[in-house]
């Protein structure tokens, strides 16, 4: 396993469009999240999935954002009307349950999709 | 709800300098304790995490952190930097395999 990928890589869209991102995690990983990361700040949570389920949503993920995790192995992040605000580095990461033994426990981060919307 | 603040937005040092990046959490419950570090344009890669046990982790490129709960601390240091240490630093706390906080990070900028 050659762990997180995401795609694609970068992503230029004009405002109003929509886009959508795709990460595939570590494939004995359970859980899968979504971060975003603008200039100058740490990443910010927006949603978890354990498996196929999404268990926690933040308040930045507004009804424009719609993520999926079909039979819980990838995930897309779906932006629909992106606007200018919108242009960020979009962070997937995966981890394994912590019940599993805290030994193993970790998150992976993948190398992110850069969004800019013109 | 747990919160990371890193004390300091940008840490200049010289070659071969000991370097220390302090980080402070606050949380209801018991946490794990992470240090990431970011090159330009590429994500996030894992130094070190405190999960349980020792308080003093060691981490891969000569990195380590001590977790302080008394003071509720996780401070990453360095004996030695080198040039190629140069990137963003990110602590980040998880309440129990949770999702992650992160701090606002630390720019570590290596001069020779």
């Known amino acids: 396993d050659t762990g997180v990928s995401q795609n694609p890589r970068h992503k230029i869209t004009k405002r109003g469009q929509n886009v959508t991102f795709r990460c595939d995690p570590i494939?004995?990983?359970?859980?899968l999240y979504w971060y975003r990361q603008t200039l100058g700040q740490g990443p910010e949570f927006l949603t978890y999935?354990?498996?196929?389920?999404?268990?926690?949503k933040s308040r930045l993920l507004s009804d424009r954002f719609s993520a999926e995790r079909p039979k819980g192995s990838f995930s897309t992040l779906e932006i629909q009307r992106t606007e200018q605000g919108d242009s960020a580095m979009y962070l997937c990461?995966?981890?394994?349950?912590?019940?599993?033994?805290?030994?193993?426990?970790?998150?992976?981060f993948g190398s992110g999709t850069r969004l800019t919307v013109v | 709800a747990q919160s990371v603040t890193q004390l300091d937005s940008q840490v200049p040092v010289f070659e071969e300098a000991p370097v220390e990046l302090r980080c402070n959490y606050s949380s209801s419950v018991s946490v794990y304790l992470f240090w990431y570090v970011q090159y330009p344009n590429q994500g996030l890669q894992l130094l070190l995490k405190?999960?349980?046990?020792?308080?003093l982790v060691k981490g891969i490129n000569g990195f380590e952190a001590e977790f302080n709960k008394s003071q509720t601390s996780f401070h990453l240091r360095k004996p030695s930097v080198h040039i190629s240490d140069t990137a963003e630093y990110f602590c980040a706390v998880s309440g129990r395999g949770n999702k992650l906080v992160f701090g606002a990070g630390t720019i570590l900028r290596v001069k020779s």
């Open positions: 999935f354990q498996n196929e389920a999404q268990l926690e």
């Open positions: 990461a995966s981890s394994s349950d912590p019940g599993q033994g805290a030994s193993v426990y970790g998150y992976t």
């Open positions: 405190y999960l349980s046990g020792s308080t």
């Open positions: 494939s004995e990983h359970n859980r």
